[in-house]
């Protein structure tokens, strides 16, 4: 029987103590000039050199077994005792080869370059009041997104270009007035939100002479109002995705957008990346979701004039904005669409003989369009995967039960455990409406050979999604780097490319001298009319190489030279950045180029927001 | 990665397998046994064998069929019911249906055969291993060199006897006409293909969707003749791309991985058509495949028809050849089941490819003593014939000559199979090509004549690939009108370019061939080579005679086709009448003392010309009828004038 979970204040699978901003937003007046690096820094809390929160982490205790630290999390606390196996199985790890990062998290301002300041715009910004900083940690805490490169280097005590200051705009007005201060002193401007970039975005230019401001947006985090008529609520861009929902939620709304990183990722980067969230399939990504966006930009402020939910008045503006990555400007305020809070949710998981009945079921119920809230297809390694995150059970009639539904799937139905895979399931809605909706997807997945297997391991993937970033750190740890990167692809390509580019990845990791088998898993993640989006995940052990990161960028670059010949996309979320430039003019051809360089051109000639994202 | 053995530049370096001779065993154990052994091949990443009549209903499923049997009756206004049974038709016609009780009849029957003809079947085990890893990995295309009926069998037979799964081979159509044997065949995992289906879109897509189907799933490697035919002449042939095409979409289209390509070198000591195969070229018609033939010729049965050497060599993968060659994402944008003719880009690599392949085939190629004494006997009967002579040659000079012409081959990385102790069978006296005996007419004794020096030319071509380069720069150098790298080089390049319908010369390496000549003749000392000029050496010119001489005969029969068709060519010539009037032609020639080549009646030889021709423009095809083009009179002119040879009329 399974058991349903009611609908929790929060709509994720989050248990969150206390957020990000929960402690930053204790502000009200904040007017200290320079301000106090704390009040805005966000590293009392978050780690500077890994992902996530400071007290969460897995490490390994005293009896070799691995732990998850914190309170945060459903896993926080818990013993996970096929970990160790699981890595030193899949990558050849061992816990005596330990990679610790190398310099203390107190930075020393000596390690960092010196800030390049422009005195006069510094002069006339001290004017306006807007707090800023230019110490180190600050600077140094809004150098990066969590690509591997940024983060192995953070470890290893490396700070390449950064930021020459921080400024801190509380409001739409304050970012107009940096924005303009910046035109008048030719002054570089990186807009920064959550910081979760994965495609170097957040990286500045290292041919870039002048002085570089991160604006940082996270002080702009308020609803300004909630129009309950309409269903929409105006937002200030820098507010956080579990803060969004939070406080939506207290009202009795949601906007349904849940990216992944939803824990520290803002709005306005959402926008800027043309972001897509968990839950797409019944709120859309955020294309669907925004009604209307104000952007600063150095020739003024860009907005439309009503919120008529379509309009047919030229090309869509927002479709300039929207995926501009910090390069056109920095969007303010939001409005977007809200719902009422679901009544009922409730998670699930089908197991299938093999990846490709799996995404055959995937594909048919695209088909009848009937796609649950969410619907995600691990391959056989991630099946393992999350196998071996298991947390410790606590009493025998669980272990007796677990050994039981091994037994009836690998013997009875005669799964091959090494080549099975599951789907998860998120259902949100109407209890009735779930129910129903739910066993027509248990139907579908019946018809291709999909055995129904419980709501906790539905669950406990969705929980995988928040954790799994908090392992690479664990690996870097122990000699085992990776990443993970997406494309969208046809249908008709899904199992083509995703054999192919796990082969390639497989393949190039032999050819650039990888000592250990590779990590090389994937996932289907979202489901369209047409395609569907892939997550690949890699990850390998470094041991024996000398400049493990470069070898690491070879083979991703060989990944994505895969995918595009596959047919899959440059990228379905995470962005172009710099990481994916030099494909942008094969993805969108020379006039395609052109025509974004035009609206560059035209919109910030001087190139403030100087990025150099895209294009 | 794979292709590095292709690209050695000192030949001297490649590093070849040794042989193991699989017939020895089957001397010395029960052939019933053998038969019957348990048979459990390694199959593609452990999948299981799927059942003949699986495939069938996967092929007649598949998307491409449908799409095409729904455009084929949009088209002829036929119900698609109607069409999709005259594809099932098609299929049926066509698939295999590998049964190991058939394999095992011939595995039985085949040894007793093999033992009776053979001395030894030598085969490289390292070979065998590399094959049955490449089977795992990827799906595996076989390409052996095909000179004999008996290679597909005798590749079957070596898969079976090292427990490697067995291939479906791309036959041609006629062996279905052998009752009963076709069967057999078929049975043994041979499907049918007709020869010819230009237009026909319906069997054009069951077939090509046939062979997809096997090759993506891996169940079975795919073995076919990249040649397309037996080579008559112990040369290879000039690579068909159809079969070649279809196995490489999988991967072209990202279906599959990767494919693995396994050139395989079959090299006979002497083949079993080999007498047949010159008389069909002097025009004495191929015999139509039928069962009772086959009893017919089990006469050959009592010969001795030495030993066979099979070479597996490096699986190639596709992959790598296509990397930085072909643009994947061109598929990107059409649905892929839709059938769409090749793009260029893929055209061409597509026939690069074949020509790597084929020149893999013949990199490892084993050469027997025969070759090199039959390229002296031959040079040596032409000079005699010159002289007016009948001499022959000591042995003791064939000897020597033959241990110069060896060191030369070694050093050009022949693989020569040379025995320890030479020449056992010959008896002293001087050995020459034969004579026939007995004949009427002057024509006819011509012709049992060239028979024989047409067999002997096929023995000295297995090893014209290994001086083929240096022997177009040889005849080039006697070409040129000055010994300027320049003038050699675009000498060299006409040839070449001249030739390429009759050797396997690599699309657009002239550059290549010409640096790579240049190397062999300068390594060996022939050649100096400044700044501006090619110098034959001293000591270089007995090997430039000795390389120029080879050609020759090929020279005199292109320009003894030109002078065919600037002569006596008349206005209605057709493509069909082509070959039995320039034999005409030549044999009046010949039989006046004009020529000196009796080989130039080979009509494998003339065919190659017209196609040269036609490919240079210097010819035209219209209507069927073969033209001169007037604009490019100047072409033939160039050939004639090009090589100075004894052309004495």
Known sequence: ?615 | MMFLSLQHRDPMLKKRDDFEDMLEERRNSSDLRYALRCYTPVLYKGLAPCKASMLKSMVLQSDQLHHVIGQVSRETGRAADDVQEEASAILEEMAHCLQLSTVRFFAFTLSKVFKTLFRSICVNEEGIQRLQQAIQEHPVVLLPSHRSYMDFLLMSYILYTYDIALPVIAAGMDFMGMKFVGEMLRMSGAFFIRRSFGGDKLYWSVFSEYVKTMLKNGFAPVEFFLEGTRSRTSKSLTPKLGLLNIVMDPYLKGEVYDINVVPVSISYERILEEALYAREMLGVPKPKESTSGLFKARKVLSEDYGSIHVYFGQPVSVRSLAQGRVNRCQFNLVPRHIPRRPSEEIQSFVNDSAYRLVRAQEENMVLKPWVLLASLLLQNHHQDQTAGQKRGMVLEELTAQAVWLRDMFREYGAFLHWPVVLLDICVGGQVKPGEPHSTVTPEEELLSQAVIVLSCASYRNQGLHVFLRPALLASAINAASSNLKQEVFNSFSFLRNMFSNEFILCPGATVQDFEEACYLLVKTGALQVTQQELLVTERGQRTVAFLTSMLDPFLQGYQVVCRFLCEEATENLTEKQFVPAVRKFIIKHLLAGRLRYTEVLSSDLQKNSLAALLRLGAVQKIKGRIKLSKVTYSSVFLLRTCVNLTYNC
């Open chain 1, 1 to 615: 029987m399974d058991m349903s979970v009611e609908c929790v204040a929060s709509a994720s699978a989050l248990q969150h103590q206390q957020s990000v901003s929960g402690v930053v937003v204790a502000k009200g007046n904040i007017v200290g000039v320079p301000c106090c690096a704390l009040l805005y820094c966000k590293f009392e809390i978050m780690k500077w050199n890994g992902w996530g929160y400071s007290d969460s982490k897995f490490l390994f205790n005293k009896k070799g077994q691995a732990e998850f630290t914190g309170k945060r999390y459903r896993l926080s606390g818990m013993i996970i005792p096929g970990l160790k196996d699981w890595m030193e199985g899949t990558f050849g790890a061992n816990l005596q080869h330990k990679t610790p990062a190398t310099v203390s998290p107190l930075l020393t301002s000596s390690a960092v370059q010196p800030a390049t300041l422009n005195k006069a715009f510094l002069e006339e910004l001290k004017s306006t009041g807007i707090p800023f900083s230019h110490d180190a940690e600050d600077r140094v805490f809004r150098a990066h997104g969590h690509c591997l490169h940024e983060i192995f280097a953070l470890r290893e005590g490396k700070f390449g270009r950064v930021p020459d200051m921080v400024v801190w705009p509380n409001c739409h007005n304050d970012v107009v007035k940096i924005v303009e201060l910046a035109c008048k002193h030719n002054v570089c401007v990186i807009p920064y939100g959550g910081g979760t970039s994965v495609s170097s975005a957040l990286e500045c230019p290292p041919e870039e002479t002048r002085s570089i401001v991160s604006l940082d947006t996270s002080q702009m985090n308020r609803i300004l109002w909630i129009d309950e008529k309409n269903l929409t609520a105006h937002v200030e861009a820098g507010i956080v995705g579990q803060d969004l929902e939070r406080l939506l939620n207290e009202s009795g709304y949601c906007t349904g957008h849940e990216p992944d990183s939803m824990e520290f990722s803002s709005l306005g980067g959402w926008v800027a990346t043309r972001a897509s969230g968990m839950k797409k399939n019944i709120y859309g990504n955020i294309e669907d979701l925004v009604i209307h966006i104000r952007m600063v930009t150095p020739r003024g402020v860009i907005e439309k004039s009503c919120q008529g939910p379509r309009m047919s008045t030229g090309p869509d503006i927002h479709h300039f904005i929207m995926g501009s990555e910090g390069t056109l400007g920095v969007v303010t305020e939001v409005t977007m669409k809200i719902r009422p809070m679901p009544e009922y949710q409730k998670y699930g998981s089908v197991v299938f003989p093999n990846f490709e009945q799996g995404v055959a079921c995937l594909r048919e119920v695209a088909k009848q369009r009937c796609a649950p809230a969410s619907i995600r297809l691990m391959d056989n390694e991630q099946f393992k995967f999350g196998h071996a995150l298991k947390p410790q059970v606590s009493s025998i009639f669980t272990s007796f039960l677990d050994g039981l539904k091994t037994f009836y799937i690998t013997k009875f139905k005669g799964f091959d455990p090494n080549r099975l895979c599951v789907a998860t399931l998120l259902f949100e809605g109407d209890r009735e409406k779930v129910l129903q909706h739910e066993k027509q997807v248990y139907d579908i997945a019946a018809k291709f050979g999909g055995l129904a297997a419980g709501e906790d391991n539905g669950q406990r993937g969705y929980m995988l999604t928040f954790v799994i970033a908090y392992l690479r750190d664990l690996g870097m740890d122990y000699y085992v780097i990776g990443e993970s990167f997406e494309t969208s692809v046809p249908w008709d390509r899904v199992l083509d490319i995703c054999r192919n580019v796990k082969a390639r990845i497989i393949q190039e990791c032999k050819d650039k001298g990888v000592q250990f088998p590779p990590l090389s898993t994937c996932r289907v993640t979202q489901t369209y009319d047409t395609g569907a989006c892939v997550y690949f995940y890699f990850a390998f052990n470094y041991r024996g190489l000398s400049d493990p990161v470069h070898v690491y960028e070879q083979v991703e670059h060989a990944a994505r030279e895969e995918i595009l010949a596959n047919g899959g996309s440059l990228s379905h979320h995470h962005g172009v950045g710099k990481l994916r430039k030099e494909w942008m003019r094969d993805t969108v051809s020379n006039v395609g180029v052109g025509m974004l360089k035009s609206v560059k051109d035209y919109v910030d000639p001087d190139n403030i927001f100087g990025n150099r994202n895209l294009l």
